[in-house]
């Protein structure tokens, strides 16, 4: 095994930030002490760090369960991410991996036989049940039981649990909501019960008697006697519920609410909570921590809980329940999903790793020969692939190990109790540093755009870190941006949180993805069924708090130009009555220059009665394109026109009387997996108004929780999550002086009109690509194309990087 090697990859120009990519094979960890930890620790691409202890296995893309077979003899892991999806069977004793096999489709369900001489495996999206036998330490494919149909049947079977001496098992789904009793025997459904909202697993109680299910998207743990063949009970929780397990005298049952930061314990006898665990780092903590997984020790003792969105294990002493007591955090790797106990060893799934990985090799279309192309290759180099998942195995620390464990993971968490009424910034500068303290900026403008790096629209610009041969839609094309970058804030070191639209939109209006987000977009996005769940269409999915919500909690008023508000309605209930009923909603097919006058008219009748609200969110998403279909506006006259209506946009609000308080935000949702010499997730960001700084270049590195941060702290609203509350304001964008010289647009140079008329290979893939909505395409075969189209059939598209970044200094840029 290669040890860990750091590279310093030096950026020309750069100032508090190093970026470092670490070549992390899994090396063994050892009795390390904590300063040997702190030596080793990983920075991640969203201002957050890990110093993983124990030692580790390779897993492979998003693990997300582990089933332990009945004598601990065998541990199975399930990878169910956007590339290759797998089972790997590992040896509980000698923890070496005894064998993997690729598995088309697959999601949660994991469970051995008593005898552990098969195991079952939920199928995914293609609704079935997969049998492999245990034989010489390999797992051999038997047989599949067959709940329906596949994909598009909604049905996608998730937790399993058996009842080994009936032979019989028992079936959740997170698509039709309902669970299903099979006949192992004969592979007959032998019952199928509605469960009204999506669940996520369930477990059978000791004598068999009683199942619990842990309902995701209905909040509940329910009870199901299988003797009566019906649900007798329903304990409430708290948001999104996920994992569960189970003493083993079968009374007290313990279930994560991955929205809440919470363990709900339950006496499921009596079927009441006697008590919630809070999971965070600290008290009444926004949303951010997402405990997704809990197991208890051997002695029962302990309880070990996942914090997946904090990458650290919290540990709870439960001896006496109603009065359990928090011993402290053991710091894991990136996003753990599952944990399991093993007399005194602790196996830890991290879904994403312990950093990004290095992308070289990625030719989804083949043009490179000479690369040795073999079906299914190419997935593993797509952004939803790229986090390949690790098994950590921690001994049980002492007392002591505990201790100097928690000081770490406190020291990898950015985010502190004190942050969420008080920022970073400077004494006079138009962003506070105080929760409720003014700004001379009352009107906020906050423009969502879809999926560009950095480099492809401003790697042309010679003040700031670009590589200009990356550039597609350089000056010539995006005249206005160039001009809002020079006029005002370059920005070259800003990072979408988000790696698709489907995350990327609660990124951008929350500062947060649930877990039902995260553990489902790379199912879709990997072509294995299942659909767009973002942007509030689906309850399950929606974070607890948009920003929308944070205004209505703060009093301050707000309204929506085509975010989350489709087909001329509201999709989620905080903005009925606040949003522009004749906004286009995403469809290509109408110009963002339309959006823009149809904006204007509102925010006209608006100004003349006094009645703008303070925030405001629109939609400009045209510079997503529709490739090289043919008929279609060309991927150019498509940026273009979006480029043109944010410079008429800006133009239109610098001549308004608004101005001197008023300021505009424009980001991308996410980066398309899209070129960029730096990392994948660098994108664009715009920052203007009448107290923004003009002809400034800022390198600090900023996220998608910065422009959100800084956003709340201008209108006096709090933080919404751990993110955002941790996250840099961009409060170096701003002076205290303002300057009211109004944006000139530029008009386009290129033709608006221009359409595709090419007939080649690319044209003939971008017309098998469904346009209708969001993400509906493959991102890393649509990034290929618009590279095509721009640089011409032959070239090549250079891999897209992946880094971890450490941020040295929070100090002032040297140029102020």
């Not at 025997?185 to 697993?201: M, S, V, W």
């Not at 941006?481 to 005002?488: E, P």
């Not at 294995?528 to 909690?553: L, T």
């Not at 009387?657 to 010499?677: C, M, N, R, T």
Request: proline letters at 5%; aromatic letters at 10%; charged letters at 20%.
């Amino acid at each position: 095994m290669r040890m860990h090697l750091p590279l310093l990859l030096k950026i020309s120009g750069m100032r508090n930030l190093l970026t470092i990519v670490f070549v992390f094979s899994c090396a063994v960890i050892s009795a390390q002490t904590k300063n040997e930890l702190a030596e080793k620790r990983i920075g991640l691409p969203n201002g957050w760090s890990l110093t993983p202890v124990g030692k580790c296995l390779q897993l492979g893309d998003l693990p997300l369960n582990i089933a332990v077979s009945s004598t601990k003899k065998f541990i199975a892991v399930t990878n169910n991410g956007q590339s290759t999806q797998s089972i790997q069977l590992i040896d509980a004793r000698t923890d070496k991996r005894l064998d993997s096999i690729d598995i088309p489709k697959s999601w949660l369900g994991l469970k051995f036989s008593a005898d552990e001489k098969f195991l079952y495996a939920s199928g995914g999206n293609d609704n079935w049940i997969l049998k492999y036998a245990i034989i010489n330490n390999r797992l051999i494919l038997k047989d599949s039981i067959k709940l329906g149909d596949k994909w598009p049947e909604k049905i996608s079977p998730a937790g399993i649990d058996i009842d080994d001496a009936q032979q019989k098992m028992y079936v959740v789904t997170k698509e039709n909501n309902s669970l299903y009793t099979l006949d192992l025997k004969t592979k007959k459904i032998t019952g199928k019960l509605n469960l009204d909202a999506e669940a996520y697993t369930c477990l059978l109680s000791p004598d068999k008697r009683e199942l619990y299910i842990s309902l995701w998207g209905g909040d509940k743990l329910l009870v199901y006697s299988t003797v009566q063949k019906k649900l007798i009970a329903s304990v409430p929780v708290g948001d999104n519920p996920n994992e569960i397990c189970l003493s083993k005298n079968g009374i007290y049952l313990y279930v994560c609410n991955a929205n809440d930061n919470s363990v709900s314990v339950i006496n499921i006898k009596q079927r009441i909570v006697v008590e919630t665990l809070n999971t965070a780092l600290y008290p009444h903590a926004p949303v951010g921590s997402t405990p997704n997984s809990v197991a208890l020790s051997a002695d029962e003792k302990t309880l070990y809980i996942a914090n997946a969105d904090n990458n650290c294990l919290a540990v709870f002493d439960v001896t006496i329940k109603g009065k359990s007591v928090s011993k402290g955090f053991i710091p894991v790797g990136w996003y753990p999903t599952c944990v399991r106990v093993i007399g005194n060893k602790i196996y830890v799934a991290n879904g994403k790793g312990f950093t990004s990985m290095a992308n070289t090799h990625f030719d989804p279309f083949h043009t490179n020969s000479t690369m040795g192309y073999q079906k299914g290759d190419n997935d593993k180099w797509y952004i939803g692939g790229l986090f390949k998942g690790t098994l950590s195995i921690i001994n049980t620390p002492t007392d002591s190990q505990l201790s100097e464990y928690s000081q770490l993971v406190y020291t990898n968490t950015p985010y502190k109790k004190e942050q969420e009424k008080n920022a970073m910034g400077e004494a006079g500068n138009p962003i506070p540093m105080h929760i409720g303290d003014t700004s001379p900026i009352k009107y906020v403008f906050y423009i969502i755009k879809e999926n560009r790096t950095y480099d492809q629209v401003l790697g042309d610009v010679s003040a700031g870190n670009g590589d200009s041969s990356i550039v597609l839609f350089g000056e010539k094309i995006t005249p206005n941006q160039h001009a809002i970058v020079k006029d005002f804030v370059l920005l070259d070191n800003f990072y979408v949180n988000a790696e698709v639209s489907e995350d990327g939109h609660s990124w951008s209006m929350g500062a947060y993805a649930t877990d039902f987000i995260e553990k489902n977009w790379p199912t879709n996005y990997g072509g294995r069924g299942g659909q767009y769940d973002g942007e509030g269409s689906r309850p399950v999915a929606n974070n607890k708090m948009y920003i929308w919500d944070d205004c209505k909690q703060s009093n301050v008023s707000y309204r929506t130009y085509g975010e989350f508000a489709d087909g001329y309605k509201a999709v989620i209930p905080v903005l009925n009555n606040h949003f522009c009923p004749y906004y286009a909603p995403w469809d290509l097919t109408v110009r963002d220059t339309t959006r823009y006058a149809q904006w204007t008219k509102e925010f006209d009748s608006l100004v003349a009665i006094n009645e703008v609200p303070h925030f405001n969110s629109l939609r400009f998403s045209n510079d997503h394109t529709s490739g090289l279909s043919k008929g279609a506006p060309t991927p150019f006259a498509q940026v273009a026109d979006n480029d043109l209506a944010v410079g008429m946009f800006l133009q239109h609000l610098s001549e308004s009387p608004l101005w001197k308080e008023s300021v505009v935000f424009i980001l991308e949702d996410d980066a398309q997996d899209g070129p960029d010499h730096v990392d994948a997730h660098r994108s664009t960001a715009y920052v203007a108004g009448g107290f923004v700084k003009r002809h400034y270049v800022d390198h600090t590195m900023y996220s998608t929780a910065s422009m959100l941060r800084t956003i709340e702290l201008i209108l006096g609203m709090p933080p919404m999550s751990q993110y955002d509350a941790a996250a840099t304001p961009m409060w170096r964008c701003f002076s205290n002086t303002a300057d009211l010289t109004a944006f000139h647009a530029k008009p386009a140079l290129v033709d608006l009109n221009e359409r595709n008329k090419v007939s080649n290979a690319w044209q003939r893939r971008s017309e098998t690509f469904d346009f209708t909505k969001e993400d509906r395409i493959p991102d890393d075969q649509f990034s290929e194309v618009i590279w095509k189209a721009v640089k011409g059939e032959n070239s090549v598209m250079p891999a897209p990087r992946r880094a971890a970044f450490v941020k040295l200094s929070a100090k002032k840029d040297d140029d102020d």
